[in-house]
């Protein structure tokens, strides 16, 4: 029992460094994530997104290293949480500005966080889908539902235990997106075909 007390010490040391790690982790995962939603509402707007996007993906790579020596944390909840809507932003960024996919590396995130941010994605081009067809912009709202489809036909490959990948929901969440948004798109095309003909007539006239 006489080293017991070292052994404690030493316990204690180790949990204490954790726990300063922790709440690090925590600060950081939490800006990360509100950057991320800003690069977002920023593309919704029309406004440039580059800057929120960049300084997320940096504290990103910070957060990586800081975690290095504390994978369990970097792989908790919190951590991957944020490091999806990072790779959310930065994948609906890259489509939105006709750009090649960041990867998970380049996003400083995991592979499964990667592949929820890409599903949470299709949400995020269903809202542009829909703004196209508010403004008449059909063709582009057809684009966009083409690229959810996209999309989903690579997330339907990965049929993992939710232990890996908890991917199931977000596969179902955007099979039905994907859905709605066809049909909009087809009654928004059906209407435009109907609009033209109406206008070809009209010019006859």
């Known amino acids: 029992m ?22 690090l982790a925590l600060k950081s995962s939490r800006s990360i994530a509100r950057l991320s939603s800003a690069a977002i509402h920023s593309l919704h707007k029309g406004e440039d997104s580059d800057a ?5 993906r940096d504290e990103a790579m910070k957060l990586r290293s800081v975690l290095e020596d ?15 809507e990072l790779c959310e932003a930065a994948i609906v960024h890259a489509i939105a500005q006709g750009r090649p996919l960041p990867g998970p590396r380049e996003c400083g995130a995991t592979d499964a ?9 299709v949400g995020e081009l269903r809202r542009f889908a829909l703004e196209d ?8 709202a057809a684009e966009n539902l083409k690229t959810m489809e996209d999309i989903f036909d690579v997330l339907v490959r990965f049929d993992y235990p939710s232990a890996l990948v908890a991917l199931k929901r977000k596969q179902d969440v955007a099979r039905s997106l994907i859905e709605k948004t066809r049909g909009e798109v087809a009654v928004a095309t059906r209407g435009k075909a109907l609009e033209d003909k109406i206008d070809g007539l009209r010019e006859k006239l």
């Open 2 to 23: 006489k080293n017991l007390r070292d052994i404690i010490e030493e316990i204690e040391g180790r949990l204490d460094e954790k726990d300063e790690v922790r709440e």
């Open 52 to 56: 929120s996007l960049r300084e997320a």
């Open 70 to 84: 504390h994978q369990d944390l970097y792989h908790s909840g919190f951590v991957e949480n944020a490091l999806q």
């Open 113 to 121: 966080s990667y592949l929820l941010g890409l599903g949470d994605a």
């Open 133 to 140: 067809l508010r403004r008449g912009n059909v063709t582009r």
